[in-house]
């Protein structure tokens, strides 16, 4: 009996993590609502070494191909490749970017206005 009923505490707590880990359950920037203005002085305090003219294989702001490439791949997935850091066929961005007491907010809202700049809307 108490077999049983460890069983079935732990299969509900293991079936509860599995849900709240399947899409809208906190984080991963598809939830996430974009702040432009806190974008901006992200990108002036950490991103605009190397987005201002594409420095290390960066999407540059200017370069709307590049980004539309980008939004492509959706919000959340660049939002962690911001956080955990990517390399890629264009290069490598470090983890953060650098930036390294930036929120995941913080890089949502500085990807969104980077995009915004560059004349292309995100996709979910």
């Not at 950490?46 to 980004?67: E, F, N, Q, S, Y």
Request: charged share 20%.
């Amino acid at each position: 009996m108490i077999k049983r009923t460890f069983i079935s505490l732990f299969g509900g707590l293991l079936f509860g993590i599995l849900l709240s880990s399947c899409g809208g359950g906190g984080g991963g920037g598809d939830a996430m609502t974009a702040n432009l203005a806190n974008g901006e002085a992200i990108y002036k305090k950490a991103c605009i070494a190397c987005h201002m003219t594409g420095v290390a294989g960066a999407a540059a702001l200017t370069d709307k191909p590049r980004w539309e490439e980008n939004a492509a791949k959706g919000m959340a997935t660049l939002t962690q490749s911001a956080m955990s850091g990517y390399t890629g066929k264009y290069g490598v961005m470090p983890e953060k970017g650098t930036c390294m007491d930036c929120s995941e907010q913080d890089m949502f809202d500085a990807i969104s206005y980077m995009m915004d700049k560059a004349g292309v809307k995100p996709v979910k």
